[in-house]
T-cell receptor, first 115, second 109 residues
Framework: GAGVSQTPSNKVTEKGKYVELRCDPI?????LYWYRQSLGQGPEFLIY????????DSGLPNDRFFAVRPEGSVSTLKIQRTERGDSAVYLC?????????????FGPGTRLTVL | SQQGEEDPQALSIQEGENATMNCSYK?????LQWYRQNSGRGLVHLIL?????REKHSGRLRVTLDTSKKSSSLLITASRAADTASYFC?????????FGKGNQVVVIP
């Protein structure tokens, strides 16, 4: 079946602009995760959804970052007033249930560049 | 903060040789997973080892886990050019993964 998809694959924006990044998880997966990966680093956790609700948003760096998953499937990561330091690859993952032993399946990522 | 820390960070080997990477972590874990990443994009899950397991095999991959030393190793046997990638260990807990900085492996044909 189809894997996790993310759009756009690349996004270039100017400092101060608003961006939305979309994630389509694997059909039927109840858990969805967002991570951010800076150059030369491993991914860092941002937020975890169980169904429609954000079960853990402790990784969001500040209140400019917000994510939704209104119908328990597609998720959108929203970044307001973008800064150059927000430039990174944003990765989405989904898993069947969301337990600690679930395998997380990652999408190809969205490369965000803030000029 | 990230729990996993891989060592070494860059490895260059000839095709056919074995590649070994290590990972250490700081706190108690439920499981440890290894992922591969090509070209800085999507991560591919390789193998998961639970905290009560000591060794696990999957094809050419062998993972060990030593919870007393809080460390894990990933061995890739008979490497191929297609194994060129970055390899990350990640510890699972609280429904999130904590990744290390990764090992870059280059397999020279």
């Amino acid at each position: 079946g189809a894997g996790v998809s993310q759009t756009p694959s690349n996004k270039v924006t100017e400092k101060g602009k608003y961006v939305e990044l979309r994630c389509d998880p694997i059909s039927g997966h109840t858990a969805l995760y967002w991570y951010r990966q800076s150059l030369g680093q491993g991914p860092e956790f941002l937020i975890y959804f169980q169904g429609t609700g954000a079960a853990d948003d402790s990784g969001l760096p500040n209140d400019r970052f917000f994510a939704v998953r209104p119908e328990g499937s597609v998720s959108t990561l929203k970044i307001q007033r973008t800064e150059r330091g927000d430039s990174a690859v944003y990765l989405c993952a989904s898993s069947p249930v969301g337990t600690n032993t679930d395998t997380q399946y990652f999408g190809p990522g969205t490369r965000l560049t803030v000029l | 903060s990230q729990q996993g820390e891989e060592d070494p960070q860059a490895l260059s080997i000839q095709e056919g040789e074995n590649a070994t990477m290590n990972c250490s972590y700081k706190t108690s874990i439920n499981n440890l997973q290894w992922y591969r990443q090509n070209s800085g994009r999507g991560l591919v899950h390789l193998i998961l080892i639970r905290s009560n397991e000591r060794e696990k095999h999957s094809g050419r991959l062998r993972v060990t886990l030593d919870t007393s030393k809080k460390s894990s190793s990933l061995l890739i046997t008979a490497s191929r050019a297609a194994d060129t990638a970055s390899y990350f260990c990640a510890t699972g807990g609280n429904n999130r993964l904590a990744f290390g900085k990764g090992n870059q492996v280059v397999v020279i044909p």
